[in-house]
Every structure is written in C-alpha cells, then in structure tokens.
C-alpha cells in the first residue's frame, strides 16, 4: 500500500459541491491499494502514518506525530498513485488494486484509523473528488508497504 501524506494547516474534500471531509491542522493523506496487497500491509502503513514524526517539537525538529500532535486525518482514496509510469507517456495502472479490492482496503484502514485517531476524515471511493489543501511547510512524504 501506498501512502502519500502531507502535512496541512486545512484541507477538504468535495463532491458534487458539498464538503463531504474537512479537517484543521494534521495530515491529508492519499491512500492506493497495490495489487497483492492485503489487510496486513494496511495495518503496517496506517501504524506507520499514525506514528511518523513530521511535526515539529519545542525545538522546532520534527519529532511529533499525528497522534502526539491529536491532529486531523482526511484520508483519500487515489489508485493513481500505483501508476507505472517507466515508460512512455501514459500511465499504466496495471500496479493498482481491482477495484473492489481497492475499495474494501480503504474501507479497513478508514475503520482502523477511526479506532485508533480521534479525528478522521475521508473522501470518497471512486467519486469525482476535488481537494483542496494548504499544504504546512511545504511537508510532503511517500509511506509505502510491500506485500510479500
């Protein structure tokens, strides 16, 4: 699985013209399913977004978390992020998990996130989603797990 975070001051998500995920200060991440992989290796990379240091302390380094910091979580899905894109000049999207897989992985790390984090916010799978962001920093990662 593939995660794509980025730390905010706000961030919302919108459909058909209504905010349907908007949060404060945390992190929007942009969640992809990979083929192969499994409820084990969402549990790896939402453990690892949860617990990755990327807000600053009292000396200004980056040794706080989303869960030290109890800031916001807007979770997206986006298969565009398994794109393979080696070669020629258009994505193949071969990487990326079935549909229904897709959808039910996100479901499990959204229903996880929500035991785990107080504030969690989602988009919507397979919607025509626009989001918007102020991106902190700018302070931007890519988390990724590997089925094996």
Same mark, same amino acid.
């Given at each position: 699985? !593939?995660?794509?975070?980025?730390? #905010?001051?706000?961030?919302?998500?919108?459909?058909?013209?209504?905010?349907?995920?908007?949060?404060?200060?945390?992190?929007?991440?942009?969640?992809?399913?990979?083929?192969?992989?499994?409820?084990?290796?969402?549990?790896?990379?939402?453990?690892?977004?949860?617990?990755?240091?990327?807000?600053?302390?009292?000396?200004?380094?980056?040794?706080?978390? #989303?869960?030290?910091?109890?800031?916001?979580?807007?979770?997206?899905?986006?298969?565009?992020?398994?794109?393979?894109?080696?070669?020629?000049?258009?994505?193949?999207?071969?990487?990326?998990?079935?549909? /229904?897989?897709?959808?039910?992985?996100? /479901?499990?790390?959204?229903?996880?996130?929500?035991?785990?984090?107080? !504030?969690? /916010?989602?988009?919507?799978?397979?919607?025509?989603?626009?989001?918007?962001?102020?991106?902190?920093?700018?302070?931007?990662?890519?988390?990724?797990?590997?089925?094996?």
């Amino acid at each position: 699985m !593939i995660a794509l975070l980025q730390r #905010v001051t706000q961030a919302k998500v919108v459909v058909d013209g209504a905010v349907i995920g908007a949060i404060d200060a945390g992190l929007m991440v942009l969640v992809c399913a990979e083929r192969g992989d499994t409820e084990k290796e969402a549990d790896a990379l939402l453990n690892k977004l949860l617990g990755y240091r990327v807000f600053a302390d009292e000396a200004g380094k980056m040794n706080r978390s #989303v869960t030290d910091t109890g800031g916001g979580l807007l979770l997206v899905p986006q298969f565009t992020l398994a794109a393979d894109t080696k070669s020629g000049t258009r994505p193949s999207f071969t990487p990326a998990a079935a549909p /229904e897989d897709g959808r039910r992985l996100f /479901e499990h790390f959204v229903r996880q996130a929500r035991t785990k984090h107080p !504030i969690v /916010e989602t988009g919507q799978f397979g919607a025509d989603m626009q989001v918007s962001l102020t991106n902190d920093g700018p302070v931007t990662f890519w988390l990724q797990t590997s089925a094996k």
